[in-house]
């Protein structure tokens, strides 16, 4: 139906009488209008997604942006020989231009052939305007000379070509009919030029027709857009559906099964301890039965530890605001009273204010600072600080130990549940803690990473929604700007 109505407009253009109608600046806004359409749309046909195989719509981009760049120059520059010669020049340089949609052209090569394409659209119509005599003669004794009829034509075989590349079917090529249509109309306005002369009312008409096409085209472009960002969000919210799902399956599976494994533990303790109080049992039996309730023991912490962690995870966010030195100082009071033998020095900041929920942030607090309780319990004189710094504009809170410290090649893995760098002997635990801390801070909003070496001690840093706004850092950076995996 296109294909017939463009061929219709070029026989109502044909046979148009030659009646004349000058107007300068009715020509002058319909070309401008017409060459920002026509670059727009190039614009919009090299940044929309390229399809495996290709897309032929793309290799329009580079004709279409120059082809409306000396538009421009035309719509600028009063009537004349350098008038015709951008006109005709237009035509030639964007019809040999969009042959390329034959071409399998790559997304960079694409885009440097189209700014490539610009630049010299543009300095074709700057030395076009600075120097008028260079360019061929266009006009004859009432209409055009054959340069300019010349170039309209072979530029309207391009034209053609390009409709045929975009409409034939081709493997792993996209047919858009609306394109292929424009492409066509393109060509049908540069054949009546011959039939045409310099403001007679086919002269006019062939204008109407390229403008009409461009809006015809940028319109279908817009709405192309317009669908993609409707199924992208309707993309987006399914996969986020069905990750919501999966993570409280995940949750939910995780929590029955730390439930379920209780019982049989239970068990296990209650039948382990009756054999050791049971007289004449052997050393070496009395030995094994204390290995079974230590790993026993250890299971359950384990068990403990997960169904915090999912408890961490499903817990509603209640923020309010929250004084995280008094309640280190409240949690760091419940570690000295339990191992009172380990005397540590510790120093919080004052005013250590955040918005956050309360409970979860004494979990995180549990972790770090038992952490560092932990591991400097091999320290003379161990020391715990709580504070809170500026890096790179980020309000940042640590608590910072002179411990033992961990190697920094293995950083990555301190997050990740059940990884622990150091031997259960040395300093018992079952790997969660961090991963705990972690999981509340992003729950917050913020980012949790640590810093530390061997025998120097670690520091946990934390960021959290305080008084001011926070920005937080950009992926895959440390808060000094350096490049860095954080984690511990």
């Keep these: 139906m296109l294909?017939?109505?463009?061929?219709?407009?070029?026989?109502?253009?044909?046979?148009?009488?030659?009646?004349?109608?000058?107007?300068?600046?009715?020509?002058?806004?319909?070309?401008?209008?017409?060459?920002?359409?026509i670059v727009l749309l190039?614009?919009?046909?090299?940044?929309?997604?390229?399809?495996?195989?290709?897309?032929?719509?793309?290799?329009?981009?580079?004709?279409?942006?120059a082809m409306g760049c000396l538009?421009?120059?035309?719509?600028?520059?009063?009537?004349?020989?350098?008038f015709v010669w951008l006109r005709a020049t237009s035509t030639f340089l964007g019809g040999t231009l969009l042959t390329l949609a034959w071409l399998p052209a790559g997304e960079r090569h694409l885009r440097l052939l189209t700014w490539s394409a610009a630049s010299l659209a543009i300095a074709i119509g700057v030395a076009s305007i600075t120097l008028p005599d260079l360019a061929p003669r266009m006009l004859a004794d009432r209409g055009f000379a054959p340069t300019a009829i010349g170039l309209n034509v072979l530029?309207?075989?391009?034209?053609?070509?390009?409709?045929?590349?975009?409409?034939?079917?081709?493997?792993g090529r996209e047919q858009h009919t609306v394109l292929g249509t424009m492409c066509l109309l393109f060509g049908f306005g540069s054949i009546l030029f011959p039939w045409s002369s310099l403001w007679?009312?086919?002269?006019?008409?062939?204008?109407?027709?390229?403008?009409g096409a461009g809006v015809l085209a940028l319109v279908y472009v817009l709405g192309v857009y317009r669908r993609a960002h409707d199924d992208l969000e309707r993309e987006v919210e399914r996969r986020t559906t069905e990750l919501r799902i999966a993570v409280r399956d995940l949750e939910t599976f995780s929590y029955s099964v730390s439930h379920d494994l209780r019982a049989p533990l239970r068990v296990i303790n209650g039948f382990s301890s009756?054999?050791?109080?049971?007289?004449?049992?052997?050393?070496?039996?009395?030995?094994?039965?204390?290995?079974?309730?230590?790993?026993?023991?250890?299971?359950?912490?384990i068990i403990e530890d997960l169904l915090n962690l999912a408890r961490v995870s499903r817990q509603e966010v209640a923020p309010e605001r929250v004084d995280l030195s008094t309640l280190a100082r409240d949690v760091a009071a419940g570690l000295a009273a339990r191992e009172s033998q380990h005397g540590v020095e510790l120093e919080v900041a004052e005013g250590l204010l955040v918005e956050g929920d309360p409970g979860l942030l004494r979990v995180l607090l549990e972790n770090v600072l038992g952490n560092a309780w932990k591991f400097t319990s091999r320290t003379l004189s161990p020391r715990v600080e709580v504070g809170r710094t500026v890096r790179d504009h980020v309000e940042t809170f640590y608590v910072r130990d002179n411990g033992a410290g961990f190697d920094p090649a293995y950083v990555g893995r301190l997050f990740t549940p059940f990884e622990r760098l150091h031997a259960q002997e040395d300093?018992?635990?079952?790997?969660?803690?961090?991963?705990?801390?972690?999981?509340?801070?992003?729950?917050?909003?913020?980012?949790?990473?640590?810093?530390?070496?061997?025998?120097?001690?670690?520091?946990?840093?934390?960021t959290l929604p305080g008084g001011g706004k926070v920005r937080r850092p950009a992926p895959g950076k440390w808060l000094d700007g350096n490049d860095a995996q954080p984690g511990r």
């Excluded at 195989?53 to 580079?62: D, I, N, Q, V, Y």
């Excluded at 009756?274 to 912490?301: D, H, I, K």
């Excluded at 079952?430 to 992003?442: F, Y």
């Design 427 to 462: 300093f018992p635990g079952t790997g969660v803690g961090l991963a705990t801390v972690r999981r509340i801070v992003e729950r917050h909003g913020g980012r949790a990473w640590i810093e530390g070496a061997v025998g120097q001690g670690a520091t946990v840093w934390f």
């Design 155 to 171: 530029g309207a075989v391009g034209f053609f070509a390009a409709a045929a590349a975009v409409w034939l079917p081709r493997q």
């Design 71 to 82: 538009d421009l120059f035309h719509a600028a520059t009063p009537p004349g020989e350098t």
């Design 42 to 65: 190039g614009v919009l046909l090299l940044l929309a997604p390229a399809r495996p195989g290709g897309s032929p719509h793309r290799g329009l981009a580079p004709g279409l942006v």
């Design 274 to 301: 009756m054999v050791l109080e049971q007289e004449g049992l052997a050393t070496e039996g009395r030995a094994y039965v204390q290995r079974v309730l230590s790993a026993s023991s250890r299971m359950s912490n």
């Design 3 to 37: 294909v017939v109505l463009a061929l219709a407009a070029t026989l109502v253009g044909a046979t148009l009488p030659r009646a004349e109608w000058t107007n300068i600046p009715v020509h002058a806004v319909a070309e401008s209008a017409g060459g920002v359409v």
């Design 200 to 211: 007679d009312l086919r002269w006019w008409y062939w204008h109407g027709i390229r403008l």
